[in-house]
């Protein structure tokens, strides 16, 4: 399903937080060059300058490491797509984000079992994906590791941020019947267009520096080329592709699964290592391709062909979606009555005036 909306709480800051970490530490091509550290720029801050409250009121505290957290996901998202946040826009985007961490736990604060028990529901799905994109539980491991979060963080953050959109829907009271589902379904059929896919395995040789991104040096070079030949001589004498690409490949993303990557589409890949996966046949073995990442051998496990995705396959999500739409014309209004209710109050000065500007500047609500 390509529609797309804007979900009330930021996509969810920890998936963004972790996602953005995906693309930013995955190449095009699958390879994880992830640097291994245990310090987030949140913490080193906190450490140096304290931690103080930003924001308080009945049953609301927000410190500044938690709203660090939640700017550092959005510039990382940035950075994967070689984007930079002008400093203009920085305290804006900061203060949108404190008023949503506000909001999540004023919602929390009226949550019930059943709104709990479907937190813990779209949790569960949200980390099974985040672990599926990451293409195996090591690297998910050093994903939450280099941005300072342990499994039960994450956990608890998404499950909290389920829990709060929970609460929304049934304070507000939306609802999505099937025929407006299907109605949805029949009225945008370029929505539901499933494109074209491969799945493949790869062995990759890298010819550049993954910490400084510069190509190595020529003598290197010629020797990965010479190994990448004889690797393909193998492949193509019988020996087992999975086998050698856990041996030999340098994909850390990829190589734990015998070389396999997640089906792709075009233009998701490097357009050297794309047109060499969808010009092959099923079962086939590529010659060598390079890229400006390295030697690679693709071996094509099957291709799916372009097709319209079944309704049933995708009624569960254009509910959802419908519900977002539905419950983003409602929340401000209701979310703006809690935190008057609470008697929030933004105790840094320079975000107090970015939250009074935005809301003298804010449209109308949709009635």
């Known amino acids: 399903m390509k529609t797309k909306t804007k979900l009330i709480f930021s996509a969810v800051f920890a998936v963004a937080l972790m996602a953005s970490r995906a693309n ?73 984000m404190l008023n949503r961490l506000i909001q999540i736990q004023l919602l929390l604060q009226n949550a019930t079992d059943a709104d709990r028990v479907v937190g813990e529901a779209k949790a569960e799905d949200q980390l099974t994906n985040l672990l599926a994109r990451a293409g195996s539980e090591e690297a998910f491991d050093r994903q939450l590791k280099a941005v300072g979060m342990t499994p039960q963080e994450l956990r608890t953050k998404i499950t909290q ?36 896919t491969v799945h493949v395995r790869h062995i990759l040789l890298l010819t550049m520096d993954t910490a400084t991104r510069q190509p190595l040096p020529a003598d290197q070079v010629e020797a990965k080329r010479q190994q990448i030949e004889d690797i393909l001589k193998r492949v193509k004498a019988g020996e087992d592709f999975a086998t050698l690409a856990e041996q030999y490949s340098e994909d850390p993303g990829s190589k734990v699964k015998g070389g396999e990557l997640p089906p792709f589409s075009h233009g998701e890949m490097v357009p050297q290592f794309e047109a060499a996966a969808f010009s092959m046949q099923t079962n086939t ?83």
């Open 24 to 96: 930013a530490d995955t190449d095009p091509a699958g390879t994880n060059i992830l640097a291994d550290t245990n310090a987030t720029p949140s913490a080193t801050m906190a450490s140096l300058f304290g931690d103080p409250v930003i924001a308080k009121g009945k049953g609301v505290e927000v410190k500044q490491s938690a709203l660090d957290e939640v700017v550092l996901g959005i510039k990382s998202a940035a950075a994967a797509h070689n984007e930079q946040i002008p400093p203009q826009q920085l305290l804006g985007i900061e203060s949108q």
């Open 285 to 367: 073995v590529s010659d060598v391709v390079t890229t400006d990442y390295g030697f690679h051998i693709i071996k094509l496990l099957d291709k799916t062909p372009a097709q319209k995705i079944d309704y049933a396959k995708v009624a569960d999500k254009i509910k959802e979606f419908l519900v977002q739409q539905k419950t983003q014309k409602l929340a401000p209004a209701y979310l703006a009555g809690l935190t008057k209710a609470a008697d929030v109050e933004i105790l840094d000065p320079d975000l107090k005036a970015a939250a009074e500007a935005a809301a003298t500047n804010a449209p109308a609500a949709t009635p």
């Open 161 to 196: 941020e389920a829990t709060a959109t929970a609460v929304l829907t049934r304070e507000l009271g939306v609802t999505v019947t099937d025929e407006d589902a299907t109605n949805f379904y029949a009225s945008h059929p370029s929505d539901f267009e499933q494109p074209e």
